[in-house]
């Protein structure tokens, strides 16, 4: 039975301990479909497959009756499983990158300084998550600069109102740079470069005047920091890159470096 795998080296290949399978057979959810002379199960190419569509259904949150039912769905082959599961995995994507995109935009917003209550935060950035954490981070990294110290003020007025401006404008940009990107056009060219500038600007309205030196040191961060790097991976992968990229290349146009 060369072409058949014991339950010890199925086990070890699919990162489950015998028990389990040993389970999965008690309750007739993959069963082996033979058996040494000894007695020991002996697991086939089938049952191999047929195990791997359970433990990716069970990693999609599905229980066992669940994937007793979805498995044994006789108008279901392989390739119908294959895909219903991406389908599945697809949408948890979708969820999973809206969190983070609310989760960075809550962390980027604290950085800056705003002050709403948990439902104005709900209503305006899309999470109700509430901490200081960023915002204590942010004190101790700048607080002693003048740039916090101008921003902490503007800020300080702002109302709901005025948040929901400024995020749709910074959310623009961030769009607009997305869409440069899956179109092909270069983080050097004229688009990018004057979206980069845009950026540059609605810092320096909104927050502290915001030169050119300045903005490549915050080009630098967003891509060092995984916290700033996801808000910009959320809407395309790349993204970070292309916009460090464009913003260093504006301020070569405006002031060369060197």
């Known amino acids: 039975m060369d072409d058949h795998l014991t339950v010890g080296r199925l086990a070890e290949l699919a990162g489950v301990t015998v028990r389990t399978l040993h389970h999965y057979d008690e309750i007739g959810l993959v069963t082996p479909s033979a058996r040494t002379a000894a007695g020991y199960r002996a697991y086939a190419a089938a049952d191999v497959e047929r195990l791997r569509q359970v433990l990716t259904y069970r990693r999609l949150g599905f229980g066992l009756r669940e994937v007793a039912e979805l498995i044994s769905d006789p ?97 623009a940009v961030r769009d607009g740079f997305a869409e440069a990107l899956r179109t092909g056009l270069p983080a050097s060219g004229a688009r990018a470069m004057d979206l980069a500038e845009r950026h540059r600007q609605h810092i320096s309205q909104y927050f502290y005047e915001c030169g050119y030196p300045m903005h490549r040191g915050l080009a630098d961060m967003y891509l060092a920091d995984p916290r700033f790097t996801g808000h910009y991976e959320s809407a395309e992968p790349g993204l970070a890159q292309y916009v460090h990229d464009a913003f260093h290349a504006n301020a070569d146009r405006h002031q060369p470096a060197g």
């Open 75 to 171: 108008r279901a082959d392989a390739v119908a499983h294959l895909r219903r599961q991406r389908e599945l995995l697809v949408g948890q994507r979708e969820q999973a990158a809206a969190l983070i995109a609310a989760i960075d935009k809550e962390l980027e917003a604290r950085a800056m300084g705003i002050k709403l209550t948990p439902q104005e935060h709900l209503e305006v950035f899309g999470t109700d998550k509430v901490g200081g954490e960023w915002a204590a981070e942010a004190r101790e990294r700048w607080g002693d600069t003048d740039a916090y110290q101008v921003s902490q003020r503007r800020t300080a007025s702002y109302t709901k109102e005025d948040w929901t401006r400024i995020k749709a404008e910074a959310d």
